[in-house]
């Protein structure tokens, strides 16, 4: 009985995209990385931590991050072998325009807004707003990806013989 039930689990697993999401996240974490290093490397070289700058420098991270997300996406966690079309690109842009809109609306408001408590650094601070809006942006992302830009074209159904 053990068998069938793993087979229903597995072929669900594929069918509902937790393969791929695992995937999209790890190619995340990865982007995740350039996102914070730039925009710690621009705040900390600045010392600007909150503000209207703010929003310059996460929408320069965000936008490194997401470019190389594109390349990692497109190839691995999608699995699109062929060459982008100007209408995939173009969407990819469009999708990422409102990632990068609620990814920087978060960490502006709290990094502006939101008092830090206790003695928090504001550069900590403005890690922890990056952290906040991240799950925000990487599920608007990955539904954007999967549904919008990546989607996989159906093969026509096979019509069955009788013989």
């Known amino acids: 009985m053990v068998t069938p039930i793993r087979s229903l689990i597995e072929r669900y697993a594929q069918r509902s995209g937790i393969r791929q999401f695992i995937k999209f996240a790890a190619v995340g974490f990865m982007n995740s990385i350039v996102d914070f290093s730039i925009i710690n490397a621009l705040s900390a070289f600045t010392h600007i931590f909150s503000g209207p700058f703010i929003i ?33 690109f173009l969407g990819f842009i469009l999708v990422n325009i409102g990632g990068v809109l609620l990814n920087t609306s978060i960490v502006f408001f709290f990094t502006t807004f939101v008092p830090p408590f206790a003695a928090v650094h504001p550069q ?14 990487t599920f608007w992302n990955f539904f954007g990806m999967k549904f919008f830009i990546f989607k996989r074209k159906l093969a026509p159904a096979q019509e069955k013989t009788t013989p």
């Open 56 to 88: 310059l420098f996460n929408v320069i991270s965000f936008s490194v991050a997401v470019t190389n997300s594109y390349f990692f996406n497109k190839r691995w966690t999608f699995r699109q072998s062929r060459d982008g079309t100007v209408s995939e």
């Open 124 to 137: 900590a601070w403005l890690n922890i707003g990056k952290i906040i809006a991240l799950p925000v942006s």
